[in-house]
């Protein structure tokens, strides 16, 4: 079982900048990737950013080049660096943990472990 705890939502001006934070109960080598979602009013949740057990990392193309997913180095803290926010960006951002064997870690459908959310909401 991984408890996940994200932190950072907030309200912003479009253009600006803020920065997630997830916080796992433990780390376990059976965890395949780490990743963030999000939903918005009236549409599917989709994958934004994910990072892999090895480092590598993967971006939806809508955020490429605006956001960077990190990790501290027990990989018990997963972070979301948000810049030149756009009003489309407004969602609730969910932490996630997909486990080996789970499936791709972009996809929707992979984790087994969810957080609660945190609220992103930015203004034009």
């Known amino acids: 079982q991984v408890q996940l705890v994200e932190s950072g939502g907030g309200s912003v001006q479009a253009g600006g900048s803020l920065r997630l934070s997830c916080a796992a109960s433990r780390y376990t080598y059976s965890i395949h990737c780490m990743g963030w979602f999000r939903r918005a009013p009236g549409k599917e949740r989709e994958g934004v950013a994910a990072i892999d057990r090895d480092g590598n990392t993967m971006y939806a193309d809508s955020v490429k080049g605006r956001f960077t997913i990190s990790q501290d180095n027990a990989k018990t803290t997963l972070y979301l660096q948000m810049n030149s926010l756009k009003p489309e960006d407004s969602a609730m951002y969910y932490c996630?943990?997909?486990?080996?064997?789970?499936?791709?870690?972009?996809?929707?459908?992979?984790?087994?472990?969810w957080g609660q959310g945190t609220q992103v909401t930015v203004s034009s």
């Open positions: 996630a943990a997909t486990m080996r064997g789970g499936g791709v870690c972009l996809s929707e459908s992979s984790p087994a472990y």
